[in-house]
């Protein structure tokens, strides 16, 4: 990567949209595939062209794994390619996942081949995309939330490899292929631009804990960093990680992002007077521009249900607030922009969470209906963004444009 672009802002729009493109097997065992389940690739045209008038321009998309490797080592990349060309339609710039959520059927961060085909994948995917786009910033997440897969997968069964007791392993197992397909990508392509995609959380003791259960929160909330500094080489150096394999620092934030551990309950962000205990967006997004000094991306949030517009009017506060106290936050995405299913319940359960509603229909993919509160309050927090942000005013007046 140039020294030119290692710390200049790549995104078109500070406010960007994200699409559910989860590919992984669920609790049960069964794939679920979000980005035809959720109608995106069926009505592309329209999703794109429906951003414009909320100011978006710059939109999180998945090349589905599962989807792309069939066979090992050969790939199908006809879908990705259609997605592309909409994007060049509709002047809308992509910010592309290598893995999301999901790996080939034959895969799981466990298998001895797991880093090999994935970084292999990762070069097919450069010189596939250089091919399409030789011009323009390639942005790539290599896997998202290492640490919520490496739980969900090693240590409650909810996806593959179905483990208990073995979430550091599959950590490791992700971090390797995770590195060993960015030095795969930038020996293509050195200008590649990394974005890590990790949650944000904070982790308290209960009231009252003793100075152990003081140390075991503290280490449980440092942990949510492992990914990163393995990503950095400060961890686990032996994987081969690099600092300068960070580029820019993702952050996904969520109202249950924040909890008391030993037992566990969510800390409500919402309560008047607040509750001491939730930390404050701006000063979790500073802590971690100062443990990495790299530029942060909100990469993913949003509320389901009723609460949608109250959050995002937070959302837009508290990023105004980490831009006063000069934190170089770059862009925030709304994730999901159209509503998901559960991963677990797809037929029956949907989270109500993004700025489009799904409307289900028999044998056809949903349709989309906007709810006009988020809508209002999402404008509500790009004003208040822009008034707080004037050296942005670059990619603020393209999202407000």
Known sequence: MSVATARSNPFHSFWMAGYECTDQLNAFGHRVDFLPLTGHLQFIDDDYQALHQHQL????????????????????????????????????????????????????????????????????????????????????????????????????????????????????????????????????????????TEPLVNIVPRAGASRQERQRAAEFHDNQFQSVDMLAGRLCPELGGRPEYIDMLGFNFYYDNQWELDPHCRIPWADVPADPRWQPLRHLLAAAHRRYNCPVVLTETSHPGVDRPLWIRMIGEECAAALRMGVPLWGVCLYPIVDRPDWDFPEREWHRSGLWDAVLRPDAPPLRVLHAPYAEALAEAQQVVAEAAPELAGSLALSLS
């Open 57 to 196: 321009g710059t939109v999180r998309e998945g090349i589905r794994w599962s989807q792309i490797e069939k066979t090992p080592y050969q790939y199908d990349w006809s879908t990705v390619r259609q997605m592309l060309a909409a994007g060049q339609r509709h002047g809308i710039q992509q910010v592309w996942d290598i893995c999301h959520f999901g790996y080939p059927d034959d895969l799981t961060p466990l298998h001895p081949l797991f880093a090999r085909r994935f970084a292999a994948l990762c070069r097919a995917f450069v010189a596939f995309y250089r091919e399409v786009s030789p011009e323009g910033e390639l942005i790539v997440t290599p896997i998202n939330e290492v640490s919520f897969m490496s739980w969900l997968g090693g240590d409650v069964r909810g996806t593959s490899p179905y483990c208990v007791g073995q979430g550091w392993e599959v950590k490791r197992g992700l971090m390797r292929a995770y590195i060993e397909g960015v030095a795969a990508m930038r020996e293509l392509d050195p200008s590649v631009r990394i974005l890590t």
